[in-house]
């Protein structure tokens, strides 16, 4: 099979042909007809996870058709097509993922290639509605905006959501799930052509974090019912920043931060947290659970996730070039 191949950190990923895998007892082989890619790409290419072996084909989110099954596993499911969660060995804790816990991609290999292999509980079948493309950018960052939206931050019909850095896949996936739970959804980003799409989405409205006084003109502009106070707050900057999400959050809001692309978080007032009964969370992937509840939701509400570009196998260096640049909206796809 044709493979994207990491053959050492801190060099460009490789097209070449490599053994297919053969699914094992409980595991099935899916040939890959999409896959998207992940920040997590880049930063595995560029040395910044431990215990990174080489060499490995990256790859988290995938989607295509089982075409064999290993022991144990129904027959029924060659022909099926399907998506893949790429969180696997959760554990038995809801709330915090074991020690044994591993994403696809690292350190087996992952969907950068005509085939991938999974334990078969990791399946759900792709939403009938959505091209393999469509569905291959689906799972890491639905699964991760499922989890801080849903469970760890409650949604509850009537919150107003405030979603920071729309453009990135998770911000967008998290945008997608509150508009169609019925909330009022604002944005922050440093683009004003990214507030305007995510407008055109469904958001209520939004402003640029690069004006110094974002947080008090976002109150002006969403004012309403409860003084532009947000309930639920979905981030992942961290950084500065992150103290003004104290001030415009409600009292009893919710705040969950799934990355820290803006560094450390500084300049707390603690009495600020305590005062407002304000909650803090972090997240990061989820439950099979929380997998097939999401896949669920998609399907119900029909909604479709959003795709800035899509490359072919052979462009998959440029594809982390293209997100390692910071201009998508949307998630970066490859057609396998």
């Known amino acids: 099979m044709k493979a994207a191949i990491l053959k050492n ?12 895998p053969n699914p094992g007892p409980g595991e099935v082989l899916v040939e890959v007809k999409a896959a998207s890619i992940n920040h997590r790409d880049v930063w595995i290419q560029k040395g910044l996870y431990p215990r990174i072996t080489t060499p490995i084909i990256p790859g988290s989110d ?7 099954v290993g022991d144990g596993v129904a027959k029924s499911w060659i022909g099926k097509e399907v998506i893949i969660n790429p969180s696997q060995n959760w554990g038995d804790n809801p ?20 085939y991938v292999k999974t334990d078969v ?54 945008v997608q799930f509150a508009i169609a739970a019925g909330a009022e959804v604002w944005v922050t980003s440093g683009s004003d052509q990214k507030i305007q799409k995510a407008i055109e989405m469904g958001a209520k409205g939004g402003i640029n974090y690069k004006n110094p006084t974002w947080f008090r003109d976002l109150l002006v502009k969403a004012r309403g ?13 961290g950084g500065p920043g992150f103290a003004k999400l104290i001030d415009i959050a409600a ?54 996730p959003v795709i800035d570009k899509i490359f072919s196998l052979d462009e998959a260096e440029q594809a982390l070039r293209y997100m390692d640049s910071g201009q998508q909206f949307g998630k970066i796809v490859l057609s396998i």
């Open 251 to 304: 009292p009893g809001a919710r705040i969950c931060f799934y990355g820290g692309g803006t560094g450390n978080i500084t300049d707390i007032v603690p009495a600020k947290v305590f005062f407002k009964q304000l909650n803090i969370y972090g997240s990061t992937m989820g439950t099979e659970q929380e997998f097939a509840d999401m896949v669920q939701f998609v399907n119900e509400k029909q909604i479709v």
């Open 121 to 174: 509980k990791y399946l759900e079948e792709k939403p009938a509605h959505l091209s393999f493309e469509e569905a291959a950018a689906l799972p890491m960052g639905g699964l991760t905006a499922w989890r801080s939206l849903m469970t760890r931050c409650r949604f509850k019909e009537g919150d107003r959501v405030l979603v920071t850095g729309a453009g990135g896949g998770v911000a967008l996936f998290a």
């Open 62 to 68: 995938g989607a295509g058709i089982v075409t064999e």
């Open 9 to 20: 950190l801190h060099e460009p990923l490789v097209i070449e042909t490599t053994q297919k």
């Open 225 to 237: 019912p409860k003084t532009g106070y947000f309930d639920v707050i979905i981030d992942s900057a």
């Open 95 to 114: 709330d915090f993922y074991g020690e044994d816990h591993k994403i696809l991609g690292l350190p087996d290999n992952g969907t950068l290639a005509g």
